[in-house]
């Protein structure tokens, strides 16, 4: 009782600071605040909440300030009526009242709520009071941009006939539209522009805020196309002519503003905007780097903008600037030719011809490119063309000598242009104004223009600069190089140009000047180590009939970076005219060839031979080097310890290895025959992967011959030997030659080593299913008395037998089987894989029914039980494949096997869907099967029930009564036919007779589907006394 007289007393005091009630809401105590306005409501205590605190707020205002929306809704809900009224729009020291504050708070459920009470009470709001910042509701509203808080404010302005002051400014000049601009947000915009032509009130559009912007300033200078939309709709509406003149950040005019914006319905819009009010606009007017409107729009590469602005200028009567040049001396041409665009080129030449300007068509940028230099560059011939035509119908003379800043000029240019017309129009025009071509000039990369042609497939274009130099006694430069040290003969060399080079020959003997062969580019290469490398025999008879006929002597022992050099190269070729043409020119000027020199890798030309499948290659080295009394190398080895023999013993071609072991026979040399190289290959290794039998067997006869011992079963890193390499590439010659050689030394051959990828000769083999071989392997087994090691497994789980499932090779499988039991071992045929699969799943998924006849005859012949229940990885069993495979003799034999070993088939809770009553019908009469086997098969269609009754009658033949009954109380029958299941209708009528249980058929529509399928009739009316009908009882159905 004390409390409650203590509270009443301070909700009497009314004296300010003192009203703990005003403290509460203060203190922004929800809680407590809640509980003081309970009591006084009980007491009928009056409070008041119009005094202010030191700052002008009073309580409700402040609420609002502390942002607390239920606090403010408790004011409202327990102060009266006439406090309210009282504060509502009352301001505080910075002249901000409740209202406002909330937009401030951008909290728009306060806003609602201070709009909603003040309806409710018809309190007039204050809209659009401002605080000491200008900041009135709708301002603020637009400025933390919410159309949501907007739309309110507006909404309700029209319901409460309050109108809206929406040009007023804040203290920054900013009003609400141009705020909204500010913000883009075109919702805003909207409210904004619908508000005001519902209230008749014209909006501002041309007054600027305190920083100079307006609201079209800040529309181009931020893009807002969708907004210049609604403010130019507006003003053609109103009747309001936009100020389109004012200079903008770094000069930038209102037309280049909106040409920056790349839009051209916007841009259309504008010109026919600026056309209908006769806006007087500088078509010219030029930004701060000298960037007027045709060249800023040229710059966006919209040739449609750039014939808006034309047909704007040519309607109205206006010349555009076609010539002057921004800061960096672009110029509309210029600038066209830089973008690629043909249709703009094209529309300033008509333009100007039109309006007989002539167009600077030499002035250079910065990079001192210009128009017909930039267009070569570009390869554009249309561009070309089109400068080349205006520069002769205006008697202007191109600067075709001028070069860039990186040395580029026309002519040079169009030398690597493969297209000649480009060339012969430039020509046609040199003609025509009788031009002084400068034709040895170089670019920065030391390019120049016959180097240039001389790489460019297209022998027309060298031939037009070799004639303009012949008709004005140029002398070209045929010797410098450019930075890659390129020169026109070895860049004609290195593409195979004959005619190219030709031309370069004709003319260096009209000008009396002999080419030089001897040359070398950055890499070391030449032009005949260049020609040797190529192939090209074509090429190499050109330099060296050349060089004949000129007198020439080339160098052939020159190397290149990597130690390359002609005789070296050319023994790599295919093609052994190459290596003649050297012969034949090293003979003609009695030359010696260096024959064992050798390249940073260690090859040598006889080395390189004996990997060429063309055998006249080597049989010219050993020509050349018995007429020339010359050693060659025969055992000598490269970096990777690579030698003749065995780089032979890898070639297709015997007539090779046939040609060494003769050579080294006459020079009394023994060949290496048993050194590995670096990868532990050997000649004999190597020569059993080549599917030419013959080198084998010379290799063979020549250990022969000289007494040489051949390990047949030494391995290389991988651990491959002879006889699994024999086997790998299917070659069974190779194979019988290691076989007889391994007998003829008393040497007995690894067939059970496997390699590092755990590979035997058998595995290999039964990998290429070839018969003939395996029988080799078991013969050889057989007669030296070895065991086959069938099963030692693969990588993936396969032992030899497994494979010959894989490959569902029955007669393979026959093969190993038949070797296991002469040999009195067991085949591991319960084997699994890495994915879980054994034998006989795979043959049952092969769907050979022979195979997996042949796997159960081989189990029970040896009393091996099969594992037919393993699952494998992705729970497949063999059973399930061949209801899968829809093969009922599979099934069958399955199921045989699996009665004859008492096995019985587990199955998983997965359900299946397989229509093959058949089938069901194998399965059924098996008891063998799990409880789950009717479940996991039967056709999704049968009731579970009937799957699971049917099962539970088959194995409790002693309790059919009580089952019977649950067939009639379930009607299962009746579900048959209503699903038209002919085949489930028989089964189900099959199972009532063989255990005597009486069915009911009571459902009308049943008994009709029944007389109209014909098939479930006879059935039903052949099913005897078993079928009994709501009319009919015992016996028969109505069949009328």
């Known amino acids: ?219 181009v200078s931020n893009k807002y196309d969708k907004i210049f939309y609604l403010v130019l709709k507006y003003s053609y509406e109103n009747k309001i002519i936009l100020n389109l003149n004012e200079i903008y950040t770094q000069g930038f005019t209102f037309l280049l503003e909106i040409i920056d914006m790349n839009n051209y319905l916007l841009l259309e819009l504008i010109l026919n905007y600026i056309t209908h ?68 080129v094209h529309s300033l030449i008509h333009y100007a011809k039109k309006n007989n300007i002539i167009l600077k068509v030499n002035e250079k940028d910065d990079s001192k490119n210009y128009p017909l230099l930039v267009a070569l560059k570009h390869k554009n011939f249309e561009i070309v063309s089109l400068i080349l035509e205006y520069s002769k119908e205006n008697n202007i003379i191109l600067d075709l000598n001028e070069m860039d800043s990186s040395g580029s000029y026309p002519i040079l240019i169009a030398a690597s242009n493969k297209d000649s017309a480009v060339i012969e129009s430039l020509m046609e025009y040199v003609k025509k104004f009788n ?37 004005h006694n140029i002398n070209l430069n045929l010797e410098d190089k450019d930075q890659k040290g390129n020169y026109p003969i070895i860049k004609s060399v290195f593409n195979r140009n004959i005619e190219i080079m030709k031309l370069i020959m004709e003319y260096s003997n009209r000008i009396n000047v002999t080419l030089k062969f001897n040359g070398k580019d950055q890499y070391g290469n030449y032009p005949i180590l260049a020609a040797a490398s190529n192939n090209g025999s074509d090429v190499m008879k050109l330099i060296i009939d050349y060089a004949i006929k000129n007198n020439l002597i080339i160098n052939f022992e020159e190397k290149d970076q990597f130690g390359n050099y002609p005789l070296l190269a050319a023994t790599s070729n295919m093609n052994s005219e190459v290596m003649r043409l050297i012969i ?122 000289n007494d040489i011992y051949l390990n047949i079963n030494r391995t290389d890193k991988n651990d491959n030997y002879p006889l699994l390499n024999a086997i790998g590439i299917n070659n069974i010659r190779n194979v019988k030659q290691l076989i007889e050689y391994a007998s003829n030394i008393n040497s007995i051959l690894n067939i059970n080593k496997e390699n590092k990828r755990k590979e035997t000769p058998l595995f290999n083999a039964i990998c290429l299913e070839n018969i003939d071989i395996i029988k080799l392997i078991i013969d050889y087994a057989q007669k030296l008395n070895i065991s086959l090691n069938i099963n030692e497994k693969n990588y993936f789980g396969y032992n030899a037998f497994f494979l010959s499932i894989i490959y569902n090779n029955l007669d393979i499988a026959k093969l190993l089987i038949d070797y296991a039991i002469q040999r009195g071992f067991l085949i591991d045929i319960n084997t699994m894989d890495i994915l879980g699969n054994t034998p006989i799943l795979i043959a049952v998924y092969n769907n050979n029914i022979k195979m997996v006849q042949t796997i159960m005859d081989y189990s029970k012949c ?152 014909n098939s479930i009739s006879q059935i039903l009316i052949h099913s005897g006394y078993f079928i009994k009908t709501k009319h009919t009882g015992n016996n028969n159905i109505d069949t009328n």
Do not use: W
Request: aromatic share 10%.
């Open 1 to 219: 009782m004390e409390i409650l007289e203590t509270i009443y007393t301070i909700l009497k005091d009314d004296t300010g600071r003192s009203n703990h009630l005003v403290k509460a809401i203060y203190s922004n105590d929800y809680k407590l605040t809640k509980f003081y306005m309970e009591y006084a409501a009980e007491k009928n205590i009056i409070y008041n909440l119009v005094e202010k605190d030191k700052d002008g707020n009073n309580p409700l205002l402040k609420a609002i300030y502390n942002n607390n929306y239920k606090l403010v809704r408790l004011i409202f809900e327990n102060v009266h009526n006439h406090y309210i009224n009282l504060i509502i729009n009352e301001k505080n020291k910075e002249e901000i009242y409740p209202l406002l504050k909330a937009i401030y708070n951008n909290n728009y459920e306060i806003v609602k709520l201070i709009i909603e009470y003040s309806n409710n009470n018809n309190f007039i709001l204050k809209l659009n009071d401002k605080d000491k910042n200008g900041n009135y509701p709708l301002l603020k509203a637009i400025e933390i941009g919410s159309s949501e808080m907007v739309k309110l404010i507006i909404d309700n302005s029209e319901k409460t006939n309050n109108i809206l002051y929406i040009n007023e400014k804040d203290n920054y000049g900013f009003y609400p539209l141009l705020l909204a601009i500010y913000m883009g947000n075109i919702k805003i915009v909207e409210l904004i522009i619908n508000y005001a032509k519902r209230n008749n009130i014209t909006l501002i559009l041309n007054d600027k805020d305190a920083f100079h912007c307006n609201p079209i300033s800040k529309i």
């Open 277 to 344: 009010y006769d806006i007087n606009i500088d078509i010219n007017g030029k930004d701060l780097s000298g960037t007027y409107p045709l060249l800023s729009v040229i710059d966006k590469k919209n040739s449609n903008m750039v014939n808006l602005i034309i047909e704007y200028a040519t309607d109205n009567k206006l010349i555009l600037e076609l010539n002057e040049s921004n800061k960096k001396k672009e110029y509309p041409l210029l600038k066209a030719t830089e973008i690629n665009s043909y249709k703009i």
């Open 435 to 471: 031009i002084d071509l400068k034709l040895n000039e170089k670019d920065q990369y030391g390019n120049y223009p016959i180097l240039e042609a001389s790489g460019n497939p297209n022998s027309k274009v060298i031939k037009s600069i070799i004639e303009y130099a012949s008709d």
């Open 584 to 705: 034949k020119y090293v003979d003609k000027f009695n030359l010696k060839l260096k024959l064992n020199e050798r390249d940073q890798s260690g090859n040598y030309p006889f080395l390189n031979a004996a990997s060429n499948m063309n055998s006249e290659v080597i049989k010219l080295i050993i020509k050349y080097a018995t007429k020339n009394y010359i050693k060659l190398e025969v055992n000598e080895i490269d970096k990777n310890e690579n030698y003749p023999l065995l780089v032979a013993a890898s070639n297709i071609n015997s007539e090779v290895m046939k040609s060494i072991i003769a050579y080294s026979k006459v020079i009394k040399v023994h060949l290496k025959l048993l050194k590995g190289n670096k990868y532990k290959i050997y000649p004999l290794l190597a020569a059993s992967t080549n599917k030419n039998s013959e080198v084998m067997k010379l290799m063979i006869e020549y250990a022969n011959e």
């Open 862 to 1013: 040896l009393n091996i039980k099969l594992e037919i229940n393993i699952r494998n990885n992705l729970s497949s069993f063999p059973l399930l494949e061949a209801v899968i495979n829809n093969n009922n003799e599979m099934v069958k034999l399955i199921i045989n096997y699996a009665k004859s070993k008492k096995i019985k088939i587990n199955l998983d809770s997965k359900k299946y869907d397989y229509q093959n009553f058949d089938m069901l019908k194998i399965i059924r009469n098996n008891k063998t099967l799990d409880d789950n086997l009717i479940e996991l098969l039967y056709p999704s269609t049968i009731d579970f029930q009937i799957r699971y009754i049917e099962n539970y009658i088959r194995r409790n033949n002693n309790e059919l009564n009580v089952l019977e009954n649950k067939i009639k109380d379930n009607n299962l029958l009746l579900k048959a036919i209503k699903n038209n299941n002919i085949e489930v209708v028989k089964l189900i009528i099959d199972y009532a007779k063989e255990n005597m249980i009486y069915l009911f058929l009571e459902d009308e529509d049943a008994i009709e589907i029944a007389k109209k399928n």
